[in-house]
Nanobody
Framework: QVQLDESGGGLVQAGGSLRLSCAAS????????MGWFRQAPGKEREFVAA????????FYVDSVKGRFTISRDNAKNTVYLQMNSLKPEDTAVYYC???????????????????WGQGTLVTVSS
């Protein structure tokens, strides 16, 4: 089972930017579809973005399209989430996720990945 370690969260003002990173253990990173999910206080966890194993396909929830960009570096076993034009409603714990079987498109459709990181808190102040 892959181990995931997120970093890059913090406090930022509305309109600002953050880049989240997720480092994965093991030598089979390129065989995993990767995703980012988030959970705001009092709300259910929701899909944010996903990327295919090769990185040639990406998927986003409508609320972050044009503001967030997911990318991966298979040589570094790392997936990123660049977040621009942040809004207070983006405040949440952000989780990195991985799955060897499901696709990135399936993650967007609601398929829960098998492996999860511990989460990193993003707080956007107004």
């Amino acid at each position: 089972q892959v181990q995931l370690d997120e970093s890059g969260g913090g406090l930022v003002q509305a309109g600002g930017s953050l880049r989240l990173s997720c480092a994965a253990s093991g030598r089979t990173f390129s065989s995993y579809a990767m995703g980012w999910f988030r959970q705001a206080p009092g709300k259910e966890r929701e899909f944010v973005a996903a990327i295919s194993r090769s990185g040639d396909a990406t998927f986003y929830v409508d609320s972050v399209k044009g503001r967030f960009t997911i990318s991966r570096d298979n040589a570094k076993n790392t997936v990123y989430l660049q977040m621009n034009s942040l809004k207070p409603e983006d405040t949440a714990v952000y989780y990195c996720a991985a799955d060897r079987i499901t696709t990135a498109q399936a993650m967007r459709a609601g398929r829960a990945p098998d492996a999860w990181g511990q989460g990193t808190l993003v707080t956007v102040s107004s």
